[in-house]
């Protein structure tokens, strides 16, 4: 096995776990997602496990039926990620309002 090769599977399975980990987390059953892209039980397994390719269109319908952030998967060198954490303190039962404006 090659180098590529080896890389594209390597991807494969980290997408793979983060649509597994995505579906557990929203404990959404393997059918479900398997009708959603009109594929088989065995297939989507097989999907989540990084043994089987999945379409670019596939993946963005999971994407958007899981609530998979798109920095979850595309993550390489030309994907701007900015991150920013804010501490808030509040009592409890205080109500906080957070209002975020991005501009490019």
Known sequence: ????????????????????????????????????IDTSRRRYIAMERGEAIIGVAELE?????????VEKVWH???????????MLEALPGQVLQIVVDIRK
């Not at 390489?76 to 804010?86: A, F, H, L, M, Y």
């Open 61 to 69: 319908v999971l994407m958007a039926f899981l609530e998979v952030p």
């Open 1 to 36: 096995m090659g180098d590529q090769e080896k890389r594209l599977l390597e991807r494969n399975r980290e997408i793979g776990l983060v649509l597994r980990e995505a579906r557990t987390k929203k404990d959404i059953p393997i059918t479900t997602c398997a009708k959603l």
């Open 76 to 86: 390489g060198k030309d994907t701007p990620v900015v991150s920013r954490q804010v």
